[in-house]
């Protein structure tokens, strides 16, 4: 199956902790986003990258760190640092070209206890 | 002002309405424009481009405006599963892109 896949659905934490979230793609596009919905609210970016071992930081990038080591996979780690972490998280991918569509993976749905 | 602004309703209207919303984006360098729909706590999908000659998939129609720096959506005949958030989007300079809101929609039958 092509598309993108988001790990877990749903993730519990404690306070405290940091925590991956995964973000994997067959689709072969070039970039990928991160993107963080609150209840009743946009979409705001955390992180984009647009090649292998490149990244920039979005609008809110505070507490959040990402890597890009392949070109598949754009893993991004919510840490203690973050202040309000619980949110939808929305991962997304296009092909590098600037009309290029993009399209989203499933979400995971992260709560700190 | 922010960069894209929409109503963000909800719009209520019943089952065969015509609805239409509007998006204003701020930054006049601004080449790609899109509608996505969003159901409630899914990801949100493309529901189609924008183009500078308008463009029709069906039921909807997409216009865009470049002097006024505006984006319109028009639903017709609307159908019970169209209930949805629909969300403007403007590319940033091809690097990225910046996302309204959202306007929520409630067909009703």
């Known amino acids: 199956d092509g598309g993108i896949t988001q790990s877990p659905k749903y993730l519990f934490r404690k306070e405290g902790q940091n925590v991956t979230l995964s973000c994997e793609q067959n689709?072969?596009?070039?970039?990928m986003y991160w993107y963080r919905q609150d209840p009743g609210q946009g979409l705001r970016l955390i992180y984009y990258?647009?090649?292998?071992?490149?990244?920039q930081k979005g609008d809110i990038a505070e507490g959040y760190s990402v890597s890009r080591e392949k070109k598949e996979s754009f893993p991004l780690t919510v840490t203690s640092a973050q202040k309000n972490p619980t949110a939808f998280y929305l991962c997304?991918?296009?092909?590098?070209?600037?009309?290029?569509?993009?399209?989203f993976g499933p979400g995971t749905r992260l709560t700190v206890l | 002002r922010k960069e894209v602004e929409q109503d963000p309703g909800p719009f209520n209207v019943p089952e065969g309405a015509t609805v239409a919303f509007n998006c204003t984006y701020s930054?006049?360098?601004?080449?790609?424009f899109f509608w996505y729909r969003q159901d409630c706590r899914k990801e949100p999908k493309l529901l189609m481009s924008?183009?500078?000659s308008g463009n029709e998939d069906g039921r909807f129609t997409a216009q865009l405006n470049r002097a006024s720096q505006y984006i319109s959506l028009l639903i017709r005949d609307s159908k019970l599963s169209d209930s949805a958030t629909y969300l403007c989007?403007?590319?940033?300079?091809?690097?990225?892109?910046?996302f309204g809101p959202g306007t929520r929609l409630s067909v009703l039958p």
């Open positions: 930054n006049s360098a601004s080449q790609s």
């Open positions: 990258s647009q090649i292998v071992n490149d990244f």
């Open positions: 689709l072969n596009h070039d970039a």
């Open positions: 997304a991918t296009k092909w590098r070209g600037a009309t290029d569509t993009q399209y």
């Open positions: 924008v183009y500078s």
């Open positions: 989007v403007v590319d940033n300079y091809g690097q990225n892109f910046v």
